[in-house]
């Protein structure tokens, strides 16, 4: 599926058959040709899709449709590209969904450092490059199970590393150096590598940090250990163009960022993993230190989400009116993100939100709209006036900090 917003930039889409799992998602800017034309490619590869120019509301049909895939212009009307996949993937609900940036080659290298499945430079060379894309998100998305490549000279090791990683989702594939696990790259395919680094020393792996390997595309390699130093890492550093090299030191680490990587879905990890990462998720402590404002005329309410909030370690600015929030973004800028109550008296949560992104330092401000009332429509005028997410009262608190964490996460 393409994206496809009901607001701007409209073209013929799908999304009155969306509830299958047979389809691609992806959004454009404002161009409807090029638009058009992904959507008419995925389709003759059996997709259905829908298509949106507004960033904001492919988070919303993502979260609504859970896609097989999802494609991604960086330059948006409405919000920074950035901000999308940062969102999509420090969310427990999408973060498994893998992202294709088709954008400007200068975006590649951190496209994929922040999770990007794969990356299409732009303008395209030819349809052939889109199909092959198409072609790979599919052939991913539909495999019930992931392929990981632990590389090292040890078998205890590899044995060890098999029995941590494996599970339903993650096949463990291993090979002794770099030249047999090329070969099994290429002929058994690999989602992920896990390269032991001590071997960062041997010939053979450092020449081939040294070139660019079709093998290696877009293949995230985790380098685990204490063997590495700088001169053997600079090499494979330099391949980071062309896949993601990341240097682990612990366990712990090494699974979470293999599971990121793998796109792996939360809900369908075995509980020793979930473990893990909840673990390190708590030990992050995303939301410390942050700042959120409250803006609800309600002081009930702004008492039980300060608290909430104060027990995850965030600094909390309260106002029970939208005039006072304006004035206080216009003289300080200090807020990280802003939850909203839409039902106030004289300026509403909307009209507010749409006088705070006039002011120029509140323009890539997350704002979570929140409203008592779940009426129809609700959620597009939210979007419409600048909202980046939205929550309904009575609000589940471990939705809300899941959200929250999505926004100010890495």
């Not at 890492?233 to 163009?241: E, I, Q, S």
Request: proline share 3%; hydrophobic share 45%; with cysteine.
């Amino acid at each position: 599926m393409v994206a496809h917003g009901k607001d701007v930039s409209r073209v013929a889409d799908d999304d009155a058959d969306l509830y299958g799992r047979d389809y691609w998602f992806g959004h454009m800017e404002n161009d409807l040709g090029f638009a058009r034309f992904l959507l008419d490619t995925a389709r003759e590869q059996g997709f259905k899709g829908i298509v949106t120019s507004q960033g904001v509301a492919a988070l919303a049909l993502a979260n609504q449709f859970k896609p097989l895939a999802i494609t991604l212009d960086l330059f948006l009307p409405d919000i920074n590209g950035w901000r999308v996949l940062n969102r999509i993937k420090h969310d427990a609900a999408t973060r498994h969904i893998p992202v294709a940036v088709i954008s400007t080659d200068e975006s590649r290298e951190l496209a994929l450092e922040s999770g990007a499945f794969a990356f299409v430079a732009k303008p395209l060379q030819s349809k052939e490059a889109l199909e092959s894309l198409i072609g790979s998100l599919k052939a991913f998305a539909q495999r019930a199970t992931r392929n990981l490549l632990v590389v090292s000279s040890n078998a205890q090791m590899r044995d060890w590393l098999e029995q941590y990683m494996k599970a339903d989702d993650v096949d463990v594939l291993s090979a002794v150096d770099y030249p047999s696990a090329r070969k099994m790259a290429q002929t058994r395919g690999a989602d992920c590598m896990v390269l032991d680094a001590v071997l960062l020393g041997s010939s053979a792996t450092d020449s081939a940090a040294g070139d660019e390997d079709p093998a290696l595309e877009f293949l995230p390699i985790l380098v685990y250990g204490d063997g590495a130093d700088g001169r053997t890492l600079d090499g494979w550093h330099a391949l980071a163009r062309s896949c993601t090299v990341r240097e682990i030191h612990t366990p712990e680490r090494l699974l979470e960022q293999a599971s990121f990587f793998l796109h792996r879905e939360y809900a369908t990890m075995p509980e020793s993993h979930r473990m893990v990462l909840g673990r390190l998720h708590d030990a992050d402590q995303v939301l410390r230190g942050k700042r959120a404002m409250i803006v609800d005329d309600d002081m009930r309410n702004i008492f039980a989400l300060t608290s909430l909030l104060e027990e995850e370690g965030m600094i909390v600015e309260s106002h029970d009116n939208g005039r006072d929030a304006i004035r206080y973004l216009q003289e300080h800028h200090d807020v990280d993100v802003v939850l909203m109550d839409i039902m106030m008296p004289e300026i509403d949560g909307i009209e507010t939100i749409r006088e705070i992104r006039k002011i120029h330092t509140c323009r890539d401000l997350p704002i979570i709209a929140v409203t008592a009332k779940a009426m129809k429509g609700d959620r597009e005028k939210c979007m419409e006036a600048g909202a980046w997410d939205y929550l309904s009262k009575p609000v589940d608190t471990e939705l809300m900090i899941g959200v929250l964490q999505a926004w100010l996460g890495h």
